[in-house]
Each structure stands twice: as C-alpha cells, then as structure tokens.
C-alpha cells in the first residue's frame, strides 16, 4: 500500500475530527484564505513523538493574543496532534502544522486544523548541503515591536506574502533564502528561520526585541550548547560581523542549515558545524 504524504485532523466540538486532506475542507470566504488572519505554528514530528510541542503551543496563544485571536484549548491541540501521529504512515521523520484561522468572513467559530506531511526534499538537501542567502532591506529599525504592536513584528501569523515575495526574490538571484536587515543595519533574521552566528565559542542570535519571532530552535540549541560550554547571547549583529563570524547558520524547528554563501561570498567551512548540528538534532 503506498504510503500516504499526508495527514489532516480537524478540531471540533466533539474532538478531533480525522479528514482527507486532498478532499475541500476551508470555506471560500474563510478569512484565512481572504486576508491571511490567522495564527500557526509548525514543527517536526520524529518517530510518533511532536518535538517541542508545549513550547509550540505556548508561542501559538502568544501570536493568537496579538491577533485578538481566541484559539482552541491546548488540551484540543494536543488531542489533534495525538490523532495526527496516530493516523501517519509516512517516513519516520515529518512535519506538522497547526492552524487557526478566524473563520468565515461573516461570523463564526474559528477554523482549526492540524495538518502533517512529509518533510520538504530542499529541507533535506539544505540539512546536508547548508544554503546560500542574500540580505535584503526589512524597511523598519529595530526595537518597533514595542512602539507600534499593529505592525505584529514577532507574531507567527498566516499573512507570509511578505516573507515568500523575500524567498522568490533570493531565489531569482540564485539563492536559497533571504535574511532581512533593519533601517539601521541591524540583522534580523531570514524569512522562515533565526540567524545564528560562532565567534570561536561564542554563539550570538538577535534578540527578540529586534523585532522576529522568538526562535524555539534557539532557546533549544543555546541551552544545549551552554551545557557543552559554549557562551550564547541574544544580541546585535551586523552583516560585517556575518562575515567575520566562524560559523554561520539557519536554524528552524525543521532545519539546521549551514550558510556556506552570502551576498555572493563563499564563506570559510565552520568548524563547529559537526557539533553543533548535531547538538540541533538532539536538544
């Protein structure tokens, strides 16, 4: 029998609520689909087990909040996500999304879902082979979330037209992913992932406060690697200390990806790749 690459499990008032997810489920006036107005989160499942689902969950009701989104109880995501693994027959690896959007435009309860599938082949590749990036403009300095919260700087929401339109652009010029930079020269962080730099043994990632959302893979690979005896910080970097950095990384809840070019520039090997990815499967 093969394998399904997908799965799709509903949220109701009864329970979860298993469905196909090639059959049509969202309203056309959802307003998920018409204005992006809704809150997700998204992870890696491994063996039957989420990872880091209780911190998923707690960044979900984060995003939710700044949206005047009411979610779902996380005793229902959680029945989902049980449901969802339950019912995967894929390879041992996968990823999972839970979405909530705010319904239909004219009123209602929210629409929310989980939905797994097989994990990207360019997350794979870029696992092994690391990634080439560009910087782009951000178009705003940093320290806005504060000063102007509609602009939901940090919020993981569905509105993503502004991160994939940075993706295709890196991608037409021969890239596989954007990294945006503040009006102030301050570095951010790439369109789908946290920044992560090595300065001998010293690991530095901005801050939340920059304006990005705040990384579980991170707090994760820090507190691993504080364990091992590395120095983490959350703080400013600059595309110049990108350059002169010993290491450079992507990291996601789906990947850990070395950046071996940018701006066009090969960079030099990193030494701590090995332990650090490794440390990035693990924590």
């Known amino acids: 029998m093969e394998r399904p690459s997908a799965i799709l499990v509903v949220l109701s008032p009864e329970g979860p609520v298993p469905a196909d997810p090639r059959s049509p489920f969202l309203r056309a006036d959802d307003l998920g689909v018409l204005r992006g107005d809704g809150v997700f989160e998204r992870f ?4 039957g087990q989420p990872r880091h ?3 998923h969950l707690v960044r979900m009701a984060r995003s939710a909040e700044m949206v005047s989104l009411e979610l779902p109880p996380a005793s229902e995501w959680r029945a989902a996500v049980r449901a969802g693994s339950a019912a995967w ?4 690896e996968w990823e999972m999304r839970l979405v909530c959007t705010r319904g239909p435009e004219e009123g209602g309860f929210p629409t929310a879902y989980a939905l797994g599938q ?10 092994r082979d690391g990634v080439s990036v560009v910087t782009v403009e951000r178009g705003l300095p940093s320290g806005m979330a504060a000063q102007a919260p509609w602009l939901l700087l940090g919020a993981k929401t569905l509105s993503y037209a502004f991160n994939l339109a940075a993706k295709r652009w890196a991608e037409s010029q021969g890239a596989d992913d954007a990294v945006f930079v503040g009006s102030d020269r301050k570095i951010w962080e790439a369109e789908t992932s946290a920044v992560v730099a090595a300065f001998g043994r010293r690991l530095v990632s901005p801050a939340p406060s920059v304006g990005i959302l705040d990384s579980i893979s991170v707090a994760r690979l820090f507190g691993a690697a ?4 590395w120095e983490v910080e959350r703080a400013d970097l600059t595309l110049d200390d990108l350059f002169a950095a010993d290491g450079l990384w992507l990291s996601s809840s789906l990947r850990f990806a070395r ?3 940018l701006d066009g520039k090969a960079l030099l090997p990193a030494p701590a790749h090995g332990q650090l990815a490794a440390l990035a499967a693990t924590c």
């Open 89 to 92: 027959a894929g390879p041992e």
């Open 53 to 55: 689902l209780e911190e």
């Open 226 to 229: 504080g364990a091992a005896g």
């Open 44 to 47: 890696s499942v491994l063996s």
């Open 118 to 127: 097989e994990l990207p082949p360019a997350v794979l590749r870029q696992r």
């Open 259 to 261: 950046v071996h070019t």
